[in-house]
């Protein structure tokens, strides 16, 4: 597969940045889903917050509605999301502290400057996260 992405070179079209043919989409399968969770020790029935963005954002311009469909798919598994949502400087910092369940969170280049991004995810600095 390494070689496969590779071959392919690092997003060559935008948010698709890896197609491989060998490479198979998993089957939407409820069932299969909530074999997973159980073996994985989640319980029916689990609640989690899932953060909403308060902002809009070009990979994301209604983080609510995104949030209330990840919602509805993660009932039908047994999961029970409650949304939040801060405003967007005190988001940010309680990300940082850790306090987010699920979180909804992106990020794009804000220049057009490749270093702008390429730098960010594959420099010297990126290797601890």
């Known amino acids: 597969m390494r070689k496969e992405v590779?071959?392919?070179k690092i997003s060559p079209f935008g948010l698709n940045s890896?197609?491989?043919v060998s490479v198979s989409d998993a089957p939407y399968d409820v069932a299969k889903a909530k074999e997973l969770l159980k073996k994985a020790g989640v319980a029916e029935g689990t609640e989690i917050t899932l953060w909403a963005m308060?902002?809009?954002r070009p990979y994301n311009p209604n983080a609510k509605l995104m949030?209330?469909?990840l919602q509805n798919d993660w009932k039908k598994i047994g999961i029970n999301a409650k949304?939040?949502?801060?405003e967007w400087?005190?988001?940010i910092k309680r990300a940082k502290a850790g306090e987010n369940g699920a979180m909804l969170i992106g990020w794009s280049g804000d220049n057009g400057d490749p270093d702008n991004?390429?730098?960010t995810l594959f420099g010297c600095d990126a290797v601890n996260g």
């Open 6 to 8: 590779q071959d392919f």
């Open 18 to 20: 890896f197609y491989g």
């Open 54 to 56: 308060p902002v809009q």
């Open 67 to 69: 949030a209330e469909m």
């Open 83 to 86: 949304i939040v949502s801060y």
């Open 89 to 91: 400087g005190e988001y």
């Open 117 to 119: 991004w390429l730098g």
